[in-house]
């Protein structure tokens, strides 16, 4: 791989992000709408419970560190998608430019966007409520990279579909990645679902990450075990992901690109 092009596609899409409103308002708007919403919504429940129970922090820490999974997943899928609206795949690939190159440029984008929405929501969090999902600053960096690689796998996955089906299943980049938030226990524990969900989740590597964020934020206790699961998870589901999305990508090869659109 050649570290040029993938700096390429980068540049490409960060004037892109730039210049485009629907881009701007996926990274600013809807998070800024959730912490609005949801964040009220807790103020409010743990005013009324006398302050009990520190709802708010853990409601706020769920949307902030959510947003991690999202954007990984999401730059991925849409970085497909946009080159399947624009009609530009066929361009992109008569250069020298490498299908893991590709896909590595967009694993960079996750991350960069990934990390800006959550600074600002971050930021959003302290400003309206006070509330710092820093509190025990390093000790949750180890759940926000298997969020980040949660997303990836699950962005890997969502894209091997479109790339079989092509830009008539698209909706999947929005919805599917929700279809995994009932069962990550991102503002509840996972003993608080049905036992048939409760089985679900114990295959997720979301609920243990989540699981783990509220030990450490209601006691400062880091769940080694928590994490090596998840950790073990995530490996195995993204070289699985990894696997089908080039198999996906070479019989899109060998049926003709033009086919996606």
Same mark, same amino acid.
Request: charged share 10%; aromatic share 18%.
């Given at each position: 791989?050649?570290?040029?092009?993938?700096?390429?596609?980068?540049?490409?899409?960060?004037?892109?992000?730039?210049?485009?409103?629907?881009?701007?308002?996926?990274?600013?708007?809807?998070?800024?709408?959730?912490l609005?919403?949801?964040?009220?919504?807790?103020?409010?429940?743990n005013?009324s419970?006398?302050?009990?129970?520190?709802?708010?922090?853990?409601?706020?820490?769920?949307?902030?560190?959510w947003?991690?999974?999202?954007?990984?997943?999401?730059?991925?899928?849409?970085?497909?998608?946009?080159?399947?609206?624009?009609?530009?795949?066929?361009?992109?690939?008569?250069?020298?430019?490498?299908?893991?190159?590709?896909?590595?440029?967009?694993?960079?984008?996750?991350?960069?966007?990934?990390?800006?929405?959550?600074?600002?929501?971050?930021?959003?969090a302290?400003?309206?409520?006070?509330?710092?999902?820093?509190?025990?600053?390093? &000790?949750?960096?180890?759940?926000?990279? %298997? +969020? #980040?690689?949660?997303?990836?796998?699950?962005?890997f /996955? $969502? !894209?091997?579909?479109?790339?079989?089906?092509?830009?008539?299943?698209?909706?999947?980049?929005w919805?599917?990645?929700?279809?995994?938030?009932?069962?990550?226990?991102?503002?509840?524990?996972?003993s608080s679902?049905?036992?048939?969900?409760?089985?679900?989740?114990?295959?997720l590597?979301?609920?243990?990450?989540?699981?783990?964020?509220?030990?450490?934020?209601?006691?400062?206790?880091?769940? &080694?075990?928590?994490?090596?699961f998840? %950790? +073990? #998870?995530?490996?195995?589901?993204?070289?699985?992901? /990894? $696997? !089908?999305?080039?198999?996906?990508?070479?019989?899109?090869?060998?049926?003709?690109?033009?086919?996606?659109?």
């Open positions: 791989m050649k570290l040029h092009r993938i700096y390429a596609i980068i540049l490409r899409n960060l004037y892109s992000f730039k210049h485009s409103y629907d881009k701007m308002s996926d990274a600013f708007y809807w998070p800024l709408l959730d609005l919403l949801w964040g009220l919504t807790s103020s409010y429940i005013q419970s006398g302050g009990q129970t520190n709802i708010l922090l853990l409601v706020i820490s769920g949307i902030v560190f947003l991690i999974f999202w954007r990984a997943q999401y730059e991925i899928c849409m970085g497909l998608l946009d080159e399947l609206w624009n009609k530009n795949m066929i361009n992109l690939f008569i250069t020298p430019l490498k299908f893991w190159e590709w896909v590595t440029a967009w694993l960079f984008m996750g991350v960069a966007k990934g990390a800006m929405s959550f600074l600002f929501a971050s930021g959003v302290i400003l309206l409520y006070q509330t710092n999902v820093f509190t025990y600053g390093f &000790t949750l960096i180890p759940y926000m990279l %298997l +969020l #980040l690689l949660s997303g990836w796998w699950v962005g /996955l $969502i !894209t091997s579909i479109l790339m079989r089906f092509g830009s008539k299943v698209q909706t999947l980049a919805s599917m990645p929700w279809v995994f938030a009932p069962f990550s226990a991102i503002y509840y524990p996972v679902l049905p036992q048939w969900a409760q089985n679900v989740a114990h295959f590597p979301t609920s243990y990450v989540f699981e783990g964020m509220r030990e450490v934020l209601k006691t400062g206790h880091f769940n &080694t075990q928590n994490f090596l998840a %950790l +073990l #998870l995530n490996c195995i589901y993204l070289a699985l992901a /990894l $696997i !089908t999305i080039r198999f996906s990508f070479a019989r899109v090869l060998k049926n003709g690109i033009t086919k996606l659109y």
